[in-house]
């Protein structure tokens, strides 16, 4: 176990036998906060830890106890800086978006606002740039393209589920990204145990996102009245090509060291969800 990280379990089965490029491989996981405000977990492949070839890479997500991250609550922008001071970022390289709820993501470029764009997800091939988003419940779904370098991070609620597909199709087109060479991270999210909806909603979000065709690594999309985020994430993107996904086995409703907005109501904590050059502290971690 490698120091420092919430690292996946690596010896896992696969959904098709052998070491076949075509296996999905999945790589659950549990987080571990250090000092009580931050988790890091890294992508995974072939159950090896990537740091990236231009640079360290990894993921991360604040704590409940770390305050809440919203671009719209003047707490939100203390806690913020306070959090980047805390990991040692500068803040100019930190870029975020005001989440709409919508399935648009950004392509930075040179000139992009460094924060507030109304979209939900974000992609870059700057190895010095961070990429943040804000979630309560909502899924963060983090890519990285061995290959290029580049990587994307994406606010993926119930109405902007597809948005991690329209993000891997931007990687795509901008730097001939192969799917079977991107390693997927799905974040702390509500999980089907406590995501009941409406008989509407779960109509629609089976119509959309099931279907009789394809892979389900995660099982169902729709659970009796519930619906599964990460299990429709996980859906499309083997469907596209991908064959590595983390994905973390914590719930934001039952785990009150998240953010919730359903356990906590109006005055919810929204979590900053980083992905970049992210380095874990050098203190030793227990697992």
């Given at each position: 176990m490698l120091l420092n990280w919430?690292?996946?379990?690596?010896?896992?089965?696969?959904?098709?036998?052998?070491?076949?490029?075509?296996?999905?491989?999945?790589?659950?996981?549990?987080?571990?906060?250090?000092?009580?405000?931050?988790?890091?977990?890294?992508?995974i492949m072939d159950g090896v830890v990537l740091t990236g070839k231009k640079g360290s890479i990894g993921c991360g997500i604040s704590s409940r106890a770390a305050g809440t991250m919203s671009l719209r609550d003047p707490q939100g922008q203390f806690h913020r800086r306070r959090l980047y001071t805390s990991l040692g970022l500068d803040p100019e390289q930190v870029f975020t978006c005001t989440q709409v709820h919508s399935r648009e993501v950004l392509v930075?470029?040179?000139?992009?606002?460094?924060?507030?764009?109304?979209?939900?997800?974000?992609?870059?091939?700057?190895?010095?740039?961070?990429?943040?988003?804000?979630?309560?419940?909502?899924?963060?779904?983090?890519?990285?393209?061995?290959?290029s370098c580049g990587f994307g991070l994406v606010h993926s609620g119930?109405?902007?589920?597809?948005?991690?597909?329209?993000?891997?199709?931007?990687?795509?087109a901008?730097?001939?990204?192969?799917?079977?060479?991107?390693?997927?991270?799905?974040?702390?999210?509500?999980?089907?145990c406590c995501y009941q909806v409406d008989a509407v909603r779960v109509q629609s979000f089976d119509q959309e996102f099931g279907g009789p065709d394809g892979a389900y690594p995660l099982g169902p999309v729709v659970k009796g009245a519930a619906l599964d985020l990460q299990a429709a994430n996980a859906r499309m993107l083997v469907n596209a090509g991908v064959r590595h996904i983390a994905l973390c086995k914590d719930c934001t409703f039952t785990d009150e060291r998240l953010g919730?907005?359903?356990?906590?109501?109006p005055a919810f904590t929204?979590?900053?969800?980083?992905v970049g050059p992210l380095h874990p502290p050098e203190e030793k971690i227990c697992f």
């Open positions: 919430t690292t996946p379990q690596h010896k896992l089965d696969s959904l098709e036998a052998g070491a076949d490029e075509e296996a999905v491989h999945l790589y659950p996981f549990h987080l571990v906060f250090q000092r009580e405000t931050v988790a890091y977990f890294p992508f930075l470029e040179p000139e992009s606002p460094r924060e507030g764009p109304p979209v939900d997800g974000m992609i870059s091939g700057d190895p010095q740039t961070y990429l943040a988003v804000t979630v309560a419940d909502c899924l963060p779904v983090y890519l990285y393209d061995t290959e119930w109405k902007g589920t597809g948005i991690a597909l329209q993000a891997l199709q931007l990687m795509q901008r730097w001939h990204t192969r799917p079977e060479a991107v390693a997927a991270v799905l974040g702390p999210c509500i999980g089907s919730s907005f359903r356990r906590e109501g929204a979590m900053a969800a980083l």
